[in-house]
């Protein structure tokens, strides 16, 4: 099992930035990726951002450039910095791990929101 949970959010304007931070706890030693999701009113859930145990990491187009996912092994602890903010990156966001031998995030944290005014 792991345990994701994440903070961070909250209420910023368009331009402004924000850094979520997700702790992870448990079976560490199992997780070969971590990832950022979000998903706003109305829309189906949509990765973010991700990043391997190698250190690989990908972005969604919509926010290549502004945002930027990292990592803290020593702290378990993933980091998602997002600036250059805009009124439609407003969603709630969540953590997620996935596990060796799974083909597929299979742990989330409870989500936090961010809402970015125009």
């Known amino acids: 099992q792991v345990q994701l949970v994440e903070s961070g959010g909250g209420l910023v304007q368009a331009g402004g930035s924000l850094r979520l931070s997700c702790a992870a706890s448990?079976?560490?030693?199992?997780?070969?990726?971590m990832g950022w999701y979000r998903q706003a009113p109305g829309k189906q859930r949509e990765l973010v951002a991700g990043?391997?145990?190698?250190?690989?990491?990908n972005y969604a187009d919509s926010v290549k450039g502004r945002f930027t996912i990292s990592r803290d092994n020593a702290k378990n602890t993933v980091y998602l910095q997002m600036n250059s903010l805009k009124p439609e990156d407003t969603a709630v966001y969540y953590c997620?791990?996935?596990?060796?031998?799974?083909?597929?995030?299979?742990?989330w944290g409870q989500g936090t929101q961010v809402t970015v005014s125009s």
């Open positions: 990043i391997s145990s190698g250190g690989t990491t």
């Open positions: 997620a791990a996935m596990q060796l031998r799974s083909s597929a995030y299979n742990y």
């Open positions: 448990g079976s560490i030693r199992s997780v070969v990726a």
